[in-house]
């Protein structure tokens, strides 16, 4: 069965980095376009990265650009977001999300992760 | 930026009841908007995507309907499981955006 599992959340100081993981397993991963989406606490969804099944299409959030950078390795089967220069508005609980459809641009999570927490303060 | 704008906020009912969502786009978005399910601790579920058509294992009981900026999720009788933030998703242009989300609350 499709499982997503993120890990590398934590405590960081404003400025600081982190890099998420995301371990898929249970399907091709090289077929499906992967997003990044995050819950801040007491606030809705926002997507935050969306990359292609080669890798070769990125597209972020105006809110992170130029500080986060989405990337995947599928031969790992693996998906990532380094995370930089964090401010105390990027505290949020982060899912990874596989998109429905293979081998297409369809914005349409099915599966997702249980989340990776993030606390940015100082 | 296509904004979502959900209503109402919440949404106190009682099981066996109609609860009817709405979801209203900025501009048009086609019939590409989805409805997630989402309750405390758990992922997001997709319950409805291009604005009608059910997701794998959804109940009847659950229905979108709607097209271009209007939207609407219907729960012909809400089951107790059904209690839970309900969030609409357009996928038609980048970014992808969520509306703020409707919380379907035990009356």
Known sequence: ??????????????????????????????????????????????????????????????????RFTISRDNAKNSLYLQ????????TALYYCARDMFPKSRSGLPDYWGQGTLVTVSS | EIVLTQSPATLSLSPGERATLSCRASQSVGSYLAWYQHKP????????????ARATGIPARLSGSGSGTDFTLTISSLEPEDFAVYYCQQRSNWPFTFGGGTKVEIK
């Open chain 2, 41 to 52: 601790g758990q992922a997001p579920r997709l319950l409805i995507y291009d604005a009608f």
């Open chain 1, 83 to 90: 995370m930089n220069n964090l401010r105390a508005e990027d």
């Open chain 1, 1 to 66: 069965q499709v499982q997503l599992v993120e890990s590398g959340g934590g405590l960081v100081k404003p400025g600081g980095s982190l890099r998420l993981s995301c371990a898929a397993s249970g399907f091709t991963f090289s077929d499906y376009y992967m997003s990044w989406v995050r819950q801040a606490p007491g606030q809705g969804l926002k997507w935050v990265s969306y990359i292609s099944s080669s890798g070769s299409n990125i597209y972020y959030a105006d809110s992170v650009k130029g």
